[in-house]
């Protein structure tokens, strides 16, 4: 007789680095994937997300099978995902039972859903803890065994408890295809395992799972190949054209690669984050992005209506997130706009003291960032070394060109040697004094000066006199955003 075949758990979660818009707070849900695992394959279970699955078709298709037949289902809804929500509610409709809901413990519950019983974790910063996951991993493993213990099968689905003697929805057999000639033959009856007892598609060579491809990208990204992180990434966007993170990071490979041109590679990222819809957008990571292409295109084309848009992007990101990236560089193209010639007193000195004031901010959020980064564990890999390393460097580096911006010489100089001490890799470094370069250039000449000035009056004319920012830019490889491997 066959061994009974292993039960399967599916982990409803997104994945990577998600920003939590309530607090503003990023959590990565692969660290959390991670402990749901070893959970999971502690109760003696297979676990399966959905950017593991091997196919060669659609991958709505496998995730709702997997949704529909998979012995146990834990959705994680940390960070108020709706595409995790969404597969929640198909679970629960689908399946009585058998649906643990896990959400990290600062999750806002939705009125639909504060009457589910939720298993909370907590993240102590992007990661979690040694001793939360041992609590959580602990706490889950006794959760699942005891559900799939449960021999009645008791419901707890809000839909099945809801409505009593609602049943399962059954899968009918497809019908067998006709043999030529013949009138067709009508469907078998309805069976539940019909799906199960489908011979597997036929195995598609070209077809990689869109995790391994994602990963495969990341690991080019790290040796700066961004060329082959667009061959990579275009090929999973293609399998998963609705994940928010693959389509992100697609649009940064696209514009890094500079190719067939910077123009035309700055035109289809834009092209590729319109998809993302970052006008009405509330991702720091996609209007942090947006930002970022038209910065590039402004440097290109000096068209202001460029410049304008990347403002915008920086801003929104920076009031929604209140994170570093998006306020140092909105500090600085307040900066690049109050420069220009032809600017009206009034706009050229409001810009001017708003990046004052952003900068302060930002000085305040990188001070406390550096305050709780955690000191390096005696269990971090090479890669979590590196990954410290640089975190702590773009920390470093946006404290510099703040207290530059604030003119504070003796802190600037001092943050520069802190990062430094860092071991940065030569990029990094030069990206960083190509930017505050073109910063001090800017901020040669106030316009705090022009007070007073009417427009088109003489003294409002000497400010045309100052070097524009296009004027100022860096050199080529200046002209990239600071934080090429952080996601922008």
Known sequence: MADEKRKRCFVVQGFGEKTDFRTGRVLNLDDSYEIIKEAVETAGLECIRADKVMHSGSIDVEMWEEILNADLVIADVSTSNWNAAYELGVRHALRPGRTIVV????????????????????????????????????????????????????????VFLSLPGLEPPLRGKRPAAAEPGAAGEAAGTPDQGAAEEAPPAAADPAAAAWGTLRDQAMAAKSEGDWEKVKTLLSAAHAIVPREDYITQQLALATYKSETPSPAAALAEAREILEGLNPVTSHDPETLGLWAAVHKNKWYLNEDPADLDEAIKGNEKGFYLKGDYYNGINLAFLLNVRAALPGAEPAEAITDYVTAQRVRRKVAAIVDRALAELPEPGTDDTDVDLRKRREERYWLLATRREAAVGLGDGDA??????????????????????????VLEGLLASSPLDLIGAAPGSEKAGKKAKRPAAAGDKPKKKHKKDKKDKKGK
Not at 412 to 437: C, H, K, N
Request: aromatic share 8%; net charge negative.
């Open 103 to 158: 959400a990290e413990n600062q999750f806002e519950f939705a009125f639909d859903i504060n009457h589910i019983a939720i298993t909370t974790y907590t993240h102590g910063g992007p990661e979690l803890g040694r001793h939360e996951a041992n609590r959580f991993r602990t706490r889950l493993t006794e959760l699942i065994a005891a559900t799939m213990a449960d021999a009645d099968g008791r419901p707890d689905s809000p």
């Open 412 to 437: 600037a100089e001092q943050f520069r040697q802190e990062a430094l001490a860092t071991d940065p890799e030569t990029w990094m470094v030069e990206s960083t004094d190509g930017q505050i370069a």
